[in-house]
């Protein structure tokens, strides 16, 4: 087949943890990857068939998710929010590990103490409602893309659903971290159609599981 | 400008010339493979009653439907958007005392009330057949290979199938692989990820193995065959062996034994199809139970839409051009021996502006320059 796979990697966060796996698994990305200077979206890497794409993190799940890329790298966040029947995570990388936790200022009473409704900022408007339904809470959420530990002082929402890693943030922005929503950490995705019909897809699956469940450094 | 009146509702398109010829095409060799297999074309209504929709197989959902109130009757009226329940009710019904296996064919529009994340149309064409009174390995074998000679016929290329086990969780969870009845549902949803970690963390460490017999056919199979000690899936994976000798050479065979995605009301077994070019899968099919007569049967679904569009080399279809004053008879005859004809209204028309590829001369069809 001529056609060269496409495996989608998020910028930021996870990246830096991401390339020693997808080292040892065969996806190695051409030198101009690492320059700093370098404006393009799309790599070569020493497989001739195989490239990279370097996008946002929900934009991972969307491309992959629409069949665009086959392969990607994402949170166990970005998957949940977008809940894509046509997703697989068959390979929890055990990397990029953070929560996603709800918060608020101190003053703000605990959830669910009689609170049928609140207004939560996050950029995780699924997961957020759907987590408050499950507590009987309707949650209005309030989409944001960034600094969410900012809306409750300014008055926007008095709780934010957001990523936790050292909690360090939160305390600096006069937050407590009240709940943990779920468990994060980076997946090996893949399109459902891509593994049913595409041969090198579930190549490239095998390969990074030998790693997961591999012992370190093997 | 356009008035935006004039636009179409989202997820709903014409299909301007070239397209719906194709699919016309597409449709007419399927549904041709289908009669030569002895399937008998049915035709029921686009609108039935809510609940003889909802109610013919499990897992139809009803708030997929456009429905709303019948002025005559005042009960629910909805809009089908799948053809296999109403065959169902045929069968159970209509067509209750006709000799089995009755097999009936099938080819209409179908709509939901909202797309799908992926794929924003609300309209497909599906078309089908069922294989009413049996769900044995025979009855599957047979429905495969049907399925895939209407997809080719179709115009389908690089087809591969994936078979899956759609009760496989409910078989081993009953006896074999024993979970708590609360964490079925929290298995099935993480075997449908593939995501192995959240499998063990939902307590279905026993399940974990079927993660990795997903892939090609004979390989996939031999890994279930190894898992299952207690026998209970031997007659399945007897079925499914059996099934896979049905597919032709030059078509991919893959298993994936937890797959249930758009397996809502199938039973022990199923299949999705795919090819080339296509986005997503362009069909799928399996066995069920027709509920009121609780009778099994087998079919498929192919839904055309999904076909990639022909390739753009190909040459444009060939026409007659019949000037004002030629002689009907003549034409008549080109006709009968397969020419399309376009007859001129006026003086002055441009055969070649029209779509002309030959003029006819006196009781010739002569090249039209270009």
Redesign the interface.
């Given at each position: 087949m001529a056609t060269p796979l496409t495996f989608a990697i998020p910028k930021g966060r996870i990246l830096d943890e991401a390339l020693p796996v997808m080292e040892r698994a065969g996806v190695v990305p051409e030198r101009a990857f690492h320059d700093k200077g370098n404006r393009s979206l799309t790599f070569a890497t020493t497989r001739e068939d195989l490239r990279l794409i370097r996008v946002r993190a929900f934009d991972v799940a969307t491309f992959v998710?629409?069949?665009a890329a086959q392969a990607g790298i994402v949170g166990s966040d970005v998957?949940e929010e977008?809940d894509?029947?046509?997703?697989?995570?068959?390979?929890?990388l055990d990397i990029g590990h953070c929560r996603l936790s709800l918060a608020a200022p101190a003053d703000v009473p605990e959830a669910g103490a009689g609170a049928s409704h609140m207004r939560v900022a996050t950029k995780y408007p699924n997961l957020t409602r759907r987590w408050f339904e499950r507590q009987g809470i309707q949650a209005e959420c309030v989409k944001l893309n960034g600094a969410m530990e900012i809306a409750p002082a300014l008055g926007l929402a008095r709780r934010i659903v957001d990523l936790v890693s050292t909690g360090r943030t939160l305390a600096e922005n006069g937050l407590e971290e009240r709940d943990v929503i779920m468990q994060v950490?980076a997946?090996l995705i893949v399109n459902?159609?891509a593994l049913?019909?595409d041969?090198r897809v579930?190549e490239l699956v095998e390969r990074f599981?030998a790693i997961a469940s591999g012992p370190e450094g093997a | 400008m356009t008035d935006p009146d004039d636009l179409l509702p989202e997820g709903l398109q014409d299909r301007l010339p070239a397209e719906a010829a194709r699919m016309t095409a597409a449709m007419r060799g399927a549904l041709d493979v289908l009669d030569s297999h002895g399937y008998d074309r049915v035709r029921p209504p686009l609108v039935e009653f809510e609940q003889s929709l909802a109610g013919r197989m499990d897992g139809v959902r009803p708030r997929r439907m456009f429905r709303f109130v019948d002025p005559a009757s005042l009960r629910t009226l909805a809009l089908r958007s799948d053809m296999t329940p109403q065959v169902g009710r045929i069968a159970a019904t209509r067509l209750a005392a006709a000799p089995r296996p009755l097999r009936l064919s099938y080819a209409g529009e179908v709509v939901t009330i909202s797309a799908?994340?992926?794929d924003p149309s609300r309209q497909r064409l599906q078309l089908g057949a069922e294989l009413v009174g049996s769900d044995g390995a025979e009855a599957v074998g047979e429905v495969v290979a049907v399925a895939l000679e209407a997809l080719a016929a179709a115009g389908a290329r690089?087809i591969?199938i994936?078979f899956t086990m759609p009760d496989l969780v409910d078989t081993l969870a009953a006896e074999a692989l024993p979970v708590p009845a609360d964490r079925i549902e929290a298995i099935r949803r993480e075997l449908d990820?593939?995501?192995?970690?959240?499998l063990r963390e939902a307590g279905g460490e026993g399940y974990v193995p079927l993660?990795?017999a997903a892939?090609?056919f004979d390989e996939a199979i031999a890994r279930v065959a190894a898992l299952d000690e207690g026998g209970v899936l031997e007659s399945r994976i007897a079925g499914l062996r059996r099934a896979a000798e049905r597919v032709p050479a030059g078509v991919?065979c893959?298993l994936?034994p937890t797959e249930r995605?758009g397996f809502e009301y199938q039973s022990w077994f199923g299949f999705?199809l795919?090819a080339?070019g296509a986005?997503?899968?362009v069909g799928r099919g399996g066995t069920y139970c027709i509920r009121g007569s609780e009778e099994r049967a087998t079919g498929f679904s192919l839904y055309l839409d999904a076909l990639p569009a022909a390739d753009a080399g190909e040459a444009p279809r060939e026409a007659l051009f019949l000037p004002l004053g030629h002689d009907r008879e003549v034409a008549a005859r080109l006709r009968a021996i397969g020419w399309r004809t376009v007859a001129a209204l006026a003086e002055g028309e441009d055969a070649r502006a029209l779509g002309c590829s030959h003029r006819l001369e006196g009781s010739e069809a002569v090249a039209v320059e270009a």
């Open positions: 998710a629409h069949g998957i977008f894509y029947s046509d997703l697989y995570a068959p390979v929890d950490s997946r459902r159609a049913k019909t041969p579930g599981r | 799908d994340q992926l690089g591969s994936d990820m593939k995501d192995a970690g959240a993660l990795y892939g090609d991919r893959t994936d995605h999705t795919y080339v986005r997503g899968s």
